[in-house]
Each structure stands twice: as structure tokens, then as C-alpha cells.
């Protein structure tokens, strides 16, 4: 197995370079919800000893009706996982307690979740260029599937459309 634990790194919160404002770009409860989450995901990867998987999990079953937030959080640690899988650089985040967590996201998390957003709405062509752009090339597949999970479980997705 790959070293995953290199692959993120914390956004200072006076470092807004590469970031967009979350109420302009159009993202539903939800997926702003997968945003929380990911986030969680990506320090586990980025501060293993702080263990944050443990309240991501936590944290999507109080978001989530039940019995959806385990298997949702499980679908996004596993898009995380595919996104440290295809990238050559650090993907930047915010943490979740960060002071402009609530506000901003960077360009990286922005492309994850724009993937999602496109699955959402059936439209695959978009989707498959913001993987690309989160898995900075190719190997973005088993990205768009993960992502297309969440889909599925949403109800958004009937079937998979990504193989």
C-alpha cells in the first residue's frame, strides 16, 4: 500500500491564497456537509496521531439520518483514500476547527466536492474533469467512483455510471 501520510496539508487560516468563499459557489447542504467530513479525512491523513477519523465518524451520524452517516463518512474516507492515491502533491484543506473553516475552502477542496456536485447532477463529462483536476492526472477513476457512491446513497444516482 501506498504512504498516504503525506498527502495533505492544514491551510493557515491567514493563508487565503487558492481559496473561494463556500456561499458563492452553490454547493447544497449536503455536499457542504461531505466538505465537514472530508475534512476530518484529510487531518487523519495529514496529523495521524490526533486520530480524527474517530469524530468524522461522530460527526456524520449527527449530520446524517441513520442509518446513512457511517456508511456516508466510510464513502468519503474512501474518496479521500483515492484522491492521496492519485496525487503527486499535498491536497490543501482547512481543519475542521480552523477559524475560516466555516467560511472559505481551497481550490482543492473546492475541485472534490465540484466532482460531486457534477455526479449529482448527471452530468459526467464535468465530473470526470474536476477528478482529473483533484488527482492531478489520469488516475482519477476509482476517485469518480467513490464519489459516485455518495451519489448512489443520496438517492441522486441510480445506478453506476462510472466503472
Known amino acids: ?73 466510510n464513502a468519503i474516507s474512501i474518496a479521500i483514500d483515492m484522491v492521496c492515491l492519485g496525487r503527486k502533491r499535498n491536497f490543501c484543506y482547512f481543519q475542521v476547527n480552523s477559524l475560516q473553516a466555516n467560511n472559505v475552502m481551497t481550490d482543492e477542496e473546492r475541485y472534490f466536492l465540484m466532482t460531486l456536485h457534477q455526479i449529482r447532477r448527471g452530468k459526467k463529462s464535468a465530473a470526470r474533469s474536476y477528478a482529473v483536476i483533484v488527482c492531478e492526472g489520469p488516475h482519477s477513476e476509482d476517485f469518480l467512483v467513490a464519489m459516485e457512491r455518495l451519489a448512489i446513497i443520496t438517492g441522486d444516482v441510480e445506478s453506476p455510471i462510472f466503472k
Open 1 to 73: 500500500m501506498a504512504d498516504l501520510s503525506y498527502s495533505f496539508q492544514t491551510v493557515s487560516d491567514y493563508s487565503l491564497k487558492n481559496t473561494a468563499f463556500i456561499e458563492e459557489l452553490g454547493f447544497d447542504v449536503f455536499e457542504i456537509s461531505v466538505l465537514r467530513i472530508a475534512r476530518y479525512f484529510c487531518e487523519a491523513f495529514d496529523q495521524p496521531m490526533r486520530q480524527t477519523w474517530k469524530p468524522a465518524f461522530l460527526e456524520a451520524e449527527k449530520i446524517f439520518p441513520a442509518p446513512f452517516g457511517a456508511t456516508i463518512a
